[in-house]
């Protein structure tokens, strides 16, 4: 091997005590020292609101078919993974770690006083706030101001993607888009540029032009750190050619790097299947299959699977019964995928749904979701989950 | 000329520099008073096509592949025209004021649809209405078949109601969240049952699929139709509080003030929501032009690339590089990210769209490499993804390569004719940007051109645009 890795892992190396320069051009000296094996999370959002009983198959329940007569997956035709459920005939992937034993199911998951409207639900889940209060930052922008607070790192979590969301925006510190290391790079790689952040300097009156300035400060000092980082130990495993899959690649170039990063954040969709439920369910679970597939294959094959928690959710489920159109409308609790070389528990997790006692038509939560980001923040990344949450959540036991 | 409108042009940075704000909205507003022309993005091709399916009483559903495959492609194209249509009245039409109105209801009413003469359609209610009365604008926008196919109307029977367009009428378009209950929702979808469109996009009310008993919306109750409900929507005070301040994020501060917003609204709902008048409140008022209420905004990415093509008219040889940048910075018309339109502000600004803003005159100066490629356009548009998709392969073609573009520079050269060499950077800075700069005059002296009067004018200002100040309003 060419490039000899270092002992340390660096965590922290762009801590600085202000955002802005000329700090930052010096920002790799502060060294903090992690153990090899960084543990990590790679969160996947099914944007849209993916209809959880059409992935999760409450196979034997004569209620479901009755519900779904044109939408309900036969029993013949689901992946079965137990007696009473099975999966999408188009997760092999995912039944396949079900049956190795790394993947964990949790029914009905999903907060008090649902609501169905897509970005309100999305917000609720991003901000890990109660359906009647409106909060402006992100569960994991909050982890990384109580990771570093005072310090700069956006590069503690990462959103593959081309825009950042909510979830990751803190108070002080955000997390950041990147679509490519290359192209994040290739952007920042101008000397005005750095000469124009460089004449700037804080102030205690922030105007809303500051902002701007903040986040090129941060872009530039951050562009080149996880460029080098992507080409240290780029994956050289087999990905589907789809955007999920590249992105997958990145995550798992990153993850095998030296790089700081804690949380990783990826979205697929549009799973909004108020009509032709179906065929657009199959195409999305297909480029999904493929590409958590491959990128658990190359986990394990560079002994790293164990270090890495992957889980997905969506902003809701749908309605039991299936609509006129072919699909069905916006619903409330969900079942999330658990998948990991590290678990504590797998197999499905709890109960799967009541379909004898719902809400209207729509699944009744039996396990919040705050209680499994306060599981990841304390138990995977031992973080102080009640400062980030701003409020104590029982820990489940799958890490 | 930012806050109303879409920067000043070129051609009038001289006569500006004499006219009374509150003078140069009078001119505006008459300006916009006239009926706006139709936006036609489609040809006689695809209108060919599309009476030859009509004709034969076919939906599209019904198509082969093939033809569904051309006409869809056809589709496509024209909406991406239409963008580009309606992309060059913001930088080229007199009536500044009308479009810029016109692209703040765009977002309010956000929908997405595949139907190009729906989109048509539904542009020239909201153009036509955009500072007339929001009575109208709202039943035109409710009936057009945009909406109505977008918010799945068509499927809101009485033996199955779908709640999409009755929840969003309340959440989006008129009071907002927590003003009424799931109720509200369920009651009001069944007063709009049997609301739908045609082939031709004409509003059809479907009798035998609306739900005739009585319903109770909002504390009323009665055999309510749609209009019942739109009536009681508006009605309510607090449908004027929630467009007013939704107005006032837009036009004056994201930070609302209060007491200002409720005058407003007040005077809008007594109005009997004359769009027109509210506005001129606005734009007359003294705090209007506070020092905090100036250059607070940051540019949503239409409102940055029209005004750069006002400020510096320009051929593109390829337009396509236009919806690039729009695609990139996260905001393509007729494409937003769902109902509830682009939330704006700050959520325009992360890593990455930071820097293209910085690099985009230089793009547009062919002095640097589009090097960057837009997503899928994948995000929540209600399941319809795959018809969609903005025709990227064509915009991935663009990658790579310089834009290629030619700018008429002799209309803003004619602006600093009169200035001293010493006083340009200054002069262009207070040309340019809405707050004062905090980078040094040196630093642009530095990096510019310095070979040639012309040559320094040109890249000192392109260097201006360059800067986090460009991106305010």
């Known amino acids: 091997m060419l490039i000899k890795r270092r002992e340390f892992l660096q965590v922290g190396s762009l801590a600085t005590a202000s955002f802005f320069v000329p700090k930052f051009l010096k920002a790799f000296e502060g060294y903090q020292m992690v153990p090899p094996g960084n543990k990590v999370v790679v969160i996947l959002q099914l944007s849209g609101g993916n209809d959880g009983l059409n992935t999760v198959i409450p196979v034997r329940n004569d209620i479901y078919y009755r519900s779904r007569p044109k939408l309900g997956i036969e029993k013949t035709k689901a992946l079965s993974i137990t007696d009473e459920v099975g999966l999408h005939p188009a997760l092999t992937s995912f039944a396949d770690a079900f049956h190795d034993g790394s993947m964990g199911i949790l029914n009905s998951v999903g907060y008090p006083n649902p609501d169905r409207s897509h970005f309100r639900s999305m917000d609720i889940w991003h901000t890990a ?71 700037y300097h804080d102030h205690h009156d922030e105007k809303p032009v500051d902002y701007l300035y903040k986040t ?15 080409k240290l130990h780029p994956s050289t495993a087999d990905y589907p050619n789809s955007e999920l899959g590249k992105s997958l690649k990145t995550i798992a170039s990153l993850i095998y790097s030296e790089i700081n990063t804690k949380v990783y954040y990826v979205s697929l969709g549009s799973f909004d299947t108020h009509i032709n439920q179906e065929n657009q369910q199959q195409r999305l679970f297909k480029e999904l299959n493929d590409s958590v597939g491959a990128f658990m294959k190359d986990l394990k094959a560079n002994n790293r699977f164990n270090d890495v928690l992957f889980f997905t959710f969506s902003e809701f ?14 619903g409330t609790a969900n079942s999330m995928f658990l998948i990991g070389g590290g678990l504590k528990q797998q197999g499905i997790l709890n109960a799967m749904p009541d379909l004898t006692d719902l809400d209207e ?39 | 000329m930012w806050r109303a409108g879409f920067g000043p042009a070129a051609a009038q940075l001289s006569e500006f520099a004499n006219l009374k704000p509150t003078d140069l909205y009078h001119a505006l507003q008459k300006a916009s ?82 139907n190009v003469f729906y989109q048509q359609e539904m542009l020239q209610v909201i153009r036509e209405n955009a500072l ?39 959440e989006l378009f008129t009071l907002g969240r927590g003003n009424y209950t799931e109720h509200d929702i369920k009651e009001a979808a069944r007063a709009f049952t049997g609301w739908g469109s045609n082939l031709k996009g004409d509003f059809m009310f479907r009798k035998f699929q609306h739900d005739e008993g009585s319903k109770t919306v909002l504390g009323k109750s009665g055999n309510f139709i749609g209009e019942d409900v739109l009536d009681i929507l508006l009605e309510q005070k607090q449908c004027a509080k929630y467009i007013t301040q939704k107005v006032y994020r837009f036009f004056v501060n994201e930070n609302v003030d209060q007491q200002r917003v409720s005058w407003l609204a007040d005077r809008f709902y007594k109005s009997d929501y004359n769009i027109g008048k509210l506005m001129e409140d606005i734009f007359t008022s003294d705090w209007f032009y506070d020092d905090k209420n100036i250059g607070t905004k940051i540019k949503s990415p239409v409102e940055l690339l029209a005004g750069i093509q ?60 589009f090097n960057v490629r837009p997503k899928s356009d994948d995000d929540q548009m209600m399941g319809m993804m795959d018809k969609q998709q903005v025709s990227s392969k064509k915009a ?32 262009l800075n207070a040309t340019l940007l809405q707050v004062p700069p905090t980078f040094a005059t040196d630093l642009i002296k530095t990096y510019a051109d310095g070979s040639s009067r012309d040559a320094f004018i040109r890249s000192a200002s392109f260097l201006i645009m360059s800067t986090p100040e460009y991106q305010m309003c």
Not at chain 1, 137 to 143: H, Q, V
Not at chain 2, 43 to 52: E, P, R
Not at chain 2, 132 to 161: C, E, I, T, W
Request: hydrophobic content about 40%; glycine content about 8%; proline content about 3%.
């Open chain 1, 129 to 199: 706030s109660q359906s009647n209060e409106y909060v402006s930052t992100g569960w994991l922008g909050r982890y990384l101001d109580a990771q570093c607070s005072g310090c700069g790192v956006p590069t503690q979590a990462l959103e593959i993607d081309d825009t950042l969301s909510l979830a990751l925006k803190g108070e002080q510190i955000n997390g950041l888009a990147l679509k490519d290391p290359k192209r994040l790079y290739g952007t920042a790689n101008e000397k005005f540029f750095k000469d124009v952040a460089k004449g």
């Open chain 1, 216 to 230: 090129m400060a941060e872009t530039l000092s951050s562009a080149d750190y996880i460029f080098k980082q992507s």
């Open chain 1, 317 to 330: 489920g749908r309605r039991v019964s299936q609509n006129a159109s072919g699909g069905t409308d916006h």
């Open chain 1, 361 to 399: 038509g729509d699944l009744k939560y039996k396990v919040d979701f705050k209680n499994v980001y306060a599981t990841v923040l304390n138990k995977w990344l031992g973080a102080d989950d009640q400062k980030i949450l701003n409020k104590k959540y029982d820990y489940l036991k799958f890490v």
């Open chain 2, 33 to 114: 008073a006239k009926k706006p022309e139709y936006l036609d993005a489609t040809d006689d091709y695809l209108k060919g096509l599309v009476q030859g399916i009509q004709n034969e009483g076919k939906r599209l559903q019904q198509l082969d592949k093939q033809d569904k495959k051309n006409v869809m492609q056809q589709v496509r194209y024209a909406i991406r025209n239409l963008n580009l249509l309606w992309l060059s009245k913001m930088v080229d039409s007199d009536q500044q004021l009308l479009e810029k109105m016109a692209f703040f209801w765009h977002g309010h009413f956000a929908s997405r649809n595949l």
């Open chain 2, 132 to 170: 007339g009365s929001f009575r109208d604008l709202l039943y035109g926008v409710s009936k057009s078949a945009a909406m109505l196919n977008f918010l799945n109307a068509q499927q809101n029977r009485k033996d199955h109601p779908n709640e999409n367009f009755a929840r969003e009428v309340m």
């Open chain 2, 310 to 369: 006002r400020i510096m008219p320009m051929q593109l040889e390829n337009e396509e590089a236009l919806l690039l940048v729009q695609r990139l910075l996260g905001q393509v018309l007729f494409y937003p990210p769902n109902v509830a339109g682009w939330p704006g502000g700050k959520s325009w600004i992360d890593s990455s769209t930071v820097m293209l803003r910085m690099r985009l005159p230089n793009l547009l100066n062919e002095q640097d490499d």
């Open chain 2, 396 to 427: 991935v073609g663009a990658i790579g390569k310089p834009i290629d573009v030619t700018i008429d520079w002799k209309p803003y050269m004619h602006a600093f004719e009169n200035v001293s060499r010493e006083a340009l950077v200054p002069t």
